[in-house]
């Protein structure tokens, strides 16, 4: 029987149990994946982000091929096109996809009259986060913070529950989680899988020759099929899930991956799905391996903040991503771009970007955040940057990331405190500080650590605002009664004007 249905198939739905594909079958399916070169071309990628993206496609693709399914694996000068050309060619067919990941591909859907269905590839519907807000709303709730939101999905999806009660008789171990950096035995962690590269991995890297911006080319740390990324997850459970936990928010110069799972990449292409990432770490748990503390931290950042970020985005968009409360207008500075700055720390989280197109969380909100918030760095210019240079960045994790969490940039609604730290705090979660020319203690003069100024000028300039902020107004108050808070203006106008030029 000839296929009747084409199924177009997303980048970043890279799998059989994903929306209409679960029902798929090679009697009566076509697949359609496109490689549009606009997007190819839209941006000067990390050479790690765009092969990465390319060869997972063309694997998935590959494995289809194998089990029988025709694949029309198009390369175009635009999704747009190729979706129309096909329609056109194919008029007695139709197709359907599962629903799109971002708002932008939705409306694409929509303009080129593509029937979409319902997706499974997060555990909480958006319309079930809209249904959750609004029952808060209707019982006179005025918040929906992600301590409710989780709550609420460890007992929706049960997980990590008893008789209706939390495992291990609390919701939360995060207190357990906040330690700093062990002192000695920073190669305790087992280092992640590396995979060779294959002919379909060496295929896309001669393509893309040309194509991408700065960064170091792949070395297999990123799995580009479902088997290399399973295989990810099986050694993140094993080997390393028992220490996630303790030193979660430490940074540590010669250890880029410390005990995170680095599994982001596959969760947002589709090649592991949340819901059997949750189920392996509680088994886990349940058979004695892991303890609670560490498998209850890990469990709230896929049920909870993963799903939390994208229920927001849904809810948000699309005016979220060009808000700008505190009006910061800086453009990005070169340091971003080419970790060439004396700021230990910016240089450190830098660097490692440039070799893996990754850094851990607590790099991406203290250190390259941190700065963006504190120095004024417009957040549309961050999140582009960020998006280009990140193996795992997707539009629904990114601008509530940046926009939300990072830089305040929504006036608060998802983040009830701006992250803002100055060199104490980096100094305190890391090793940064004892190779870098400024003294993370010294807010004025020109060895005076930018975090430190920028800081106590951020809290001064936006006193105003923040003064009415519970969380963090005893901060301004003490930056209000700075003696030199003058001279503090004065150095963090230089400072921004340096980080502007390079020359910081
Ligand atoms: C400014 C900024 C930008 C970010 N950009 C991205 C991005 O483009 N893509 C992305 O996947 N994550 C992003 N994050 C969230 C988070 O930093 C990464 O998911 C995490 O560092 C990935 O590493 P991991 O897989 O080892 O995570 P782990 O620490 O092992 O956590 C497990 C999983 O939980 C999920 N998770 C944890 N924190 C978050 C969060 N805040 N939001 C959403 N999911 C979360 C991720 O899927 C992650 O894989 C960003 C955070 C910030 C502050
Ligand atoms: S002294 Fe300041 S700039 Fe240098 S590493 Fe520490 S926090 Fe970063």
């Known amino acids: ?42 941006a000067d990628w990390h050479p790690q982000r765009l092969h990465f993206y390319l060869s997972s496609m ?68 958006y319309s079930e986060f809209s249904a959750w807000v609004n029952a808060r709303r209707a019982k006179g709730y005025k918040t929906f913070k992600l301590e409710d939101f989780y709550r609420h999905q460890r007992v929706a999806l049960e997980i990590l529950m008893n008789d209706g009660e939390p495992l291990g008789g609390r919701w939360n171990f995060d207190d357990e989680n906040r330690e700093p950096p062990p002192r000695d035995g920073h190669d305790r962690w ?25 960064g170091a080319p792949p070395l297999g740390w990123w799995a580009t099929t479902r088997a290399g990324a399973l295989r990810r997850l099986t050694h993140f459970i094993d080997n390393v899930l028992p220490m996630f936990g303790p030193h979660e928010d430490a940074m540590l110069t010669d ?56 229920g927001l985005y849904w809810m948000w968009m699309p005016t979220y991503r060009d808000e700008n409360f505190l009006g910061a207008d800086l453009d990005l500075p070169p340091a971003l771009a080419t970790g060439e700055t004396s700021m230990n720390c910016v240089k450190c989280t830098v660097a490692g970007i440039n070799d ?6 607590i790099q991406r909100l203290m250190i390259l955040g941190n700065l963006a918030l504190t120095a004024g760095i417009n957040p549309r210019q961050f999140t582009d940057w960020m998006s280009r240079v990140f193996v795992d960045a997707a539009e629904w994790v990114m601008v ?20 803002a730290s100055g060199g104490a705090y980096i100094d305190k979660m890391s090793d940064y500080c004892k190779g870098c020319r400024y003294d ?20 001064d300039r936006h006193s105003d605002t923040f003064v009415r902020n519970a969380r963090i107004a005893t901060q301004v108050r003490s930056a209000q009664k700075l003696a030199d808070i003058a001279e503090v203006r004065v150095r963090a106008r230089e400072v921004r004007e ?6 910081l």
């Open 1 to 42: 029987m000839a296929a009747n249905r084409t199924i177009l198939v997303f980048g970043d739905q890279l799998n059989r149990a994903i929306g209409v594909l679960a029902t798929a079958t090679a009697e009566k399916d076509r697949i359609l994946l496109v490689e549009s070169t606009e997007k190819i071309g839209a």
């Open 58 to 125: 063309r694997h998935f693709a590959e494995e289809l091929r194998r089990d029988g399914f025709t694949v029309d694996y198009v390369r175009a000068s635009s999704f747009r096109s190729a979706v129309a050309e096909h329609i056109a060619t194919h008029p007695t067919s139709t197709i359907v996809a599962t629903e799109p990941n971002s708002f932008g591909a939705r409306q694409l859907m929509a303009d080129l009259g593509v029937e979409t269905l319902p997706s499974n590839q997060f555990l909480c519907h």
């Open 190 to 214: 087992p280092t992640p899988l590396i995979d060779e590269l294959d002919d379909i991995d060496h295929q896309v890297l001669s393509d893309i020759a040309g194509h991408n911006g700065a």
């Open 255 to 310: 250890n880029w991956h410390l005990a995170h799972s680095v599994l982001s990449p596959y969760l947002n292409n589709g090649l592991l799905m949340p819901g059997e990432i949750v189920a392996a770490a509680e088994r886990a748990h349940r058979e004695g391996r892991v303890d609670i503390a560490s498998v209850e931290g890990f469990i709230r950042q896929i049920i909870g903040w993963r799903e939390y970020v994208w």
């Open 356 to 361: 893996r197109a990754w850094a851990h969380h």
């Open 400 to 419: 509530p990331n940046v926009v939300g969490m990072a830089l305040f940039a929504d006036g608060g609604r998802m983040a009830t405190k701006p992250y």
């Open 440 to 459: 993370r203690k010294k807010r004025i003069g020109d060895d005076a650590c930018p975090f430190t100024t920028l800081y106590w000028d951020f809290l």
């Open 498 to 503: 340096l980080l502007q030029s390079g020359r």
